[in-house]
């Protein structure tokens, strides 16, 4: 008898390129994501059908970093499980900067597991994960995507510390009226070949540059940072700034949230969207248009880059009201840009985390 898996797709409305690097950061699950149709085989196989990219077969333990198939390939080899599946993976916005990869590899796992009858605690779904993109695929990634993805709460926004793995719930206040629209441009992104890996590096450099023994921002003291900040290079100097500021946004976005201040939580995700342009250095020329023009239309409190900043899409906070017609408007200034992308402006919805 065939079962479903749904691993949804994840925002982070203030935390932008500080998980990898020991800081706590904001999430929650919308309900768009990975739906999986899975049955064990009686051998050592995984069949995957796509709706998008067609059949693929293969053995666990191969791998292949071309293939569409290597999330599967890599879940595989990083649980290690005996029997195979037969599966059929459906993804609505793959590559956007929701986070499908974690979505689809957390659905991969989960779905192992099941048939292999191997029992997993949500801590080791998120290591398990992590170390699928990491140790298999070569992104230079953090817990943000997967820890979302497993704690996601319809009615909640998550505060969550990437270090200890602790997540605390923010409830949705009955006085909140905002809703949370995507705006898709249209550009898919795959973070292993954009400049995602070359500014993790450059955040350990920065580091290391300002505490011997540190291996990544989170290990540094922020007075030791002002103290040393002017002797680093200028690119590192920027990155530390973005984290050690992004850091604050996010103390400041969860207080913000839990005192239902919208118009507080929309400035400073507009303040982590402009950190990420002028000191992480990611956004892409369409990707700044496309938040530009989310965060100046009427009824939206705030917005950012959603995913790398390398492609993908625009994430806003918008009053409730108002949210489908801001929808309305952010496609048409966009679409007059950029008419020859398959861009997607629309309210998401909250859901639960992994099904």
């Not at 949804?8 to 935390?15: E, F, L, M, Q, W």
């Not at 170390?131 to 497993?150: A, K, R, T």
């Not at 969860?254 to 990420?276: H, I, P, T, Y």
């Not at 017609?325 to 861009?343: R, Y």
Request: charge should be negative; hydrophobic fraction near 40%; proline fraction near 3%.
């Amino acid at each position: 008898m065939a079962m479903t898996i749904f691993s949804p797709y994840r925002i982070c409305p203030i935390g932008a390129h500080i998980d990898h690097q020991g800081g706590a950061v904001l999430g929650r699950t919308i309900q768009l994501g990975t739906t999986l149709t899975y049955e064990p085989n009686t051998s050592s196989e995984i069949h995957l059908i796509s709706e998008r990219y067609g059949e693929a077969s293969f053995n666990i333990g191969e791998l292949d970093l071309s293939h569409w198939a290597r999330y599967a390939q890599a879940a595989a080899r990083v649980l290690k499980p005996k029997v195979g599946m037969h599966a059929q993976v459906h993804g609505s916005l793959i590559g956007a900067g929701l986070s499908s990869s974690a979505s689809v590899g957390l659905a991969y796992l989960k779905a192992l597991a099941d048939v292999n009858r191997i029992e997993l605690t949500n801590q080791q779904l998120i290591q398990l994960d992590f170390e699928l993109e990491h140790d298999q695929l070569g992104l230079q990634n953090g817990l943000l995507d997967p820890m979302s993805i497993v704690y996601g709460n319809k009615n909640a926004l998550l505060f969550m510390d990437v270090v200890t793995g602790s997540v605390s719930l923010v409830l949705d206040s009955a006085e909140n009226d905002s809703a949370w629209i995507v705006a898709y441009s249209g550009i898919s992104r795959e973070l292993t070949k954009s400049g995602f890996n070359v500014r993790v590096t450059e955040c350990h450099e920065a580091a290391a540059l300002m505490k011997t023994d540190a291996q990544k921002l989170g290990d540094v003291p922020r007075d030791v940072f002002e103290l040393k900040k002017k002797s680093l290079p200028e690119n590192l100097r920027k990155r530390a700034e973005h984290f050690f500021g992004e850091v604050e946004r996010v103390r400041l976005g969860k207080q913000a949230w839990a005192e239902s201040d919208a118009v507080r939580f929309g400035q400073l995700m507009n303040q982590s969207c402009e950190s990420s342009i002028k000191n992480y250095e990611s956004g892409s020329e369409v990707l700044i248009q496309l938040h530009e023009i989310a965060s100046s239309t009427s009824g939206v409190y705030g917005s950012r880059f959603s995913g790398g900043g390398y492609g993908g899409c625009v994430v806003a906070l918008a009053k409730r009201d108002e949210a489908e017609k801001a929808c309305g408007e952010i496609a048409e200034k966009f679409l007059a840009l950029h008419p020859n992308l398959p861009s997607n402006v629309f309210v998401a919805e909250t859901g639960d985390g992994l099904q």
